[in-house]
């Protein structure tokens, strides 16, 4: 009986709240699937730089995904300020895939995943990349809806 009463309230426990927070949505609108990746950053530089929300996530062409976390994305701005953005960066995945090829990694190869971090780094020192900021007010004016389009998002520069 203590068993099913712990279960019992367990359940209630986990499925009354739901912890993510998974409005924000990225929608390719281009016909080239694009990798992209999600850092916070403070228009007032300090010294420890850009600090990464996400991994490297694909999108399809014309696709739209969701990018969820386990808390609210106000904490998150909230937690990186002072005038915190959240910076999208992305690039083609024909790049990235073009220069894994060259090193002689296939999609299907178990270092695949583990160089993709790597040449993305490099890539992104190098300035090879897109991005575009956004404010905490300018995603809630946006409805958290993202929009990838070559005209939108600037070439990379360093700041």
């Given at each position: 009986m203590k068993?099913?009463?712990?279960?019992?309230?367990?359940?209630s426990v986990f499925s009354s709240c739901d912890p993510?927070?998974?409005?924000?949505k990225v929608k390719n609108g281009t016909s080239d699937s694009i990798l992209f990746r999600l850092r916070f950053q403070n228009e007032i530089r300090d010294n420890k730089g850009p600090y990464q929300r996400s991994g490297i996530r694909s999108i399809l062409p014309y696709e739209t995904i969701e990018?969820?976390?386990f808390n609210q994305w106000e904490g998150e701005f909230e937690r990186a300020k002072p005038d915190t953005l959240l910076l999208v960066i992305a690039?083609?995945?024909s790049e990235l895939d073009?220069?894994?090829?060259?090193?002689?990694i296939y999609n299907n190869s178990v270092e695949f995943d583990s160089?993709?971090?790597i040449i993305w780094d490099s890539l992104y020192?190098?300035?090879h990349y897109k991005y575009h900021e956004y404010s905490l007010q300018e995603l809630n004016e946006l409805d958290w809806q993202?929009?990838?389009t070559n005209e939108r998002f600037k070439e990379g520069k360093k700041r």
């Open positions: 068993k099913v009463l712990f279960y019992l309230v367990l359940f993510a927070d998974n409005r924000l990018v969820g976390i690039m083609k995945k073009s220069i894994l090829l060259k090193r002689g160089m993709q971090d020192k190098a300035q993202i929009t990838y």
